[in-house]
């Protein structure tokens, strides 16, 4: 396990546990992080949204229909509101600030920022609790990622693509530390390239030991998958 981002990048290979572990737990709740690190992943990354009342909480969808007994838009709801669902076996709408305090010297944290509201709140957050030594800021937006950028320039940042495009070239340009492409997109090629320009690349999402393993011989640095307890031990393979 690597508990700040520079331990992190020091590895070979690590293994980035996606909303915990979404794969045997339910998403983006501390019960499915917690696993994730009793599995012994390296990181672990959560999405995060806004309240009504401008708290960032961890959320993929705009909704909450998906994964919750609620209904409607995560924004039209206070962090009070919203801390009466039930996220999956009875587990709560985590805040970001529950999870920084769940994960502190024990993982790095992968903080997905969903929407443009949100980015300020979670850097404030970030400054608050000081995590920038063991986060890694993530988004499929640029702007956020210049955003925190321009509010931190020594924090660590990533951009994430699911089609092919000149991302690699982009993410080194804003001072990016890494690219996060959908794994089916990532080439050898693409891999050579971004590493060559100092970035790690980390695809996402994995979740079978065979394919894993064909992305650790093509060169990347990391893995997301949904079930850590299938590819945490293909570091000692």
Known sequence: MATTVNELFEMKLFIVGHRGA????????????????????DAVEVDVRLTKDNIPVIMHDETLDRTTNGKGRVRDYTLKELKKFNAGDNEKIPTLEEVVKEVAGKVVLFIEIKEDEAVKPVLNLADQENIWPYSIFISFNSHHIEEVKLFNPKAYTGLIYIKPFDGIVKAKKMGANMVLPYFRIATAKAIAFAKRLKLKVVVWTINDIETALEYRNRGVDGITTDRPDLLVDIKSI
């Open 22 to 41: 979404k794969g045997l737990e339910p998403e983006n709740t501390i019960r499915s992080i917690k696993r994730a690190i009793a599995l012994g992943v």
